[in-house]
């Protein structure tokens, strides 16, 4: 399985073409739901639970699966929110990743987040307690917009 993962990972390196992914803005009051990356790209940056979309599978089954791999919680209902697009590149200034990512937002449902898959941690960042969190870029921006749309 790690190999499988290896392999994965390294597919997704320099793409022919954007991978398209999914991410889960959950709230639990006044606070949202953060996970820490436990592999590259973004390793050890704070995001929003989520990742790539699997062939066959919908986008809100997408965003439910990634969500209960990463933080063993169980979305209830989910709306989709906002795409955006995250491009991150080498040195030399090409594309060595590109995702198309769609956010939902959801209310948390019962049950305690522990981190699973390939978050190295999970927990509930209050709103005024996000800014100095290490988050990857444009995290803070689309959970503040997801706040005022409540």
């Given at each position: 399985?790690?190999e499988?993962?290896i392999s994965q990972?390294d ?7 954007p991978?398209l992914?999914?991410?889960a803005?959950?709230f639990?009051?006044d ?7 436990g592999?590259?790209?973004l ?5 929003l639970?989520?990742?790539?979309v ?15 791999e990463?933080t063993g919680l169980t ?12 491009i991150?590149r ?9 995702y198309v ?6 209310e948390a449902?019962?049950g305690?987040a522990?981190?699973a898959?390939?978050?190295?941690a999970c927990?509930?960042?209050?709103k005024h307690?996000l800014?100095?969190?290490r988050?990857?870029e ?13």
């Amino acid at each position: 399985m790690y190999e499988a993962s290896i392999s994965q990972q390294d597919a997704r390196r320099y793409p022919a073409r954007p991978i398209l992914g999914v991410g889960a803005i959950v709230f639990r009051d006044d606070s949202v739901l953060l996970v820490e990356r436990g592999k590259p790209p973004l390793e050890g940056q704070w995001s929003l639970p989520g990742g790539a979309v699997e062939t066959g599978e919908t986008l809100e089954q997408a965003v439910r699966r990634e969500t209960l791999e990463e933080t063993g919680l169980t979305l209830g209902p989910v709306r989709q929110f906002e795409v955006f697009q995250r491009i991150l590149r080498d040195a030399e200034g090409r594309a060595e990743y590109h995702y198309v990512l769609i956010d939902f937002v959801a209310e948390a449902p019962a049950g305690t987040a522990c981190a699973a898959s390939d978050a190295s941690a999970c927990r509930w960042v209050p709103k005024h307690d996000l800014p100095p969190v290490r988050l990857t870029e444009g995290t803070l921006a689309v959970i503040e917009r997801a706040f005022r749309s409540r």
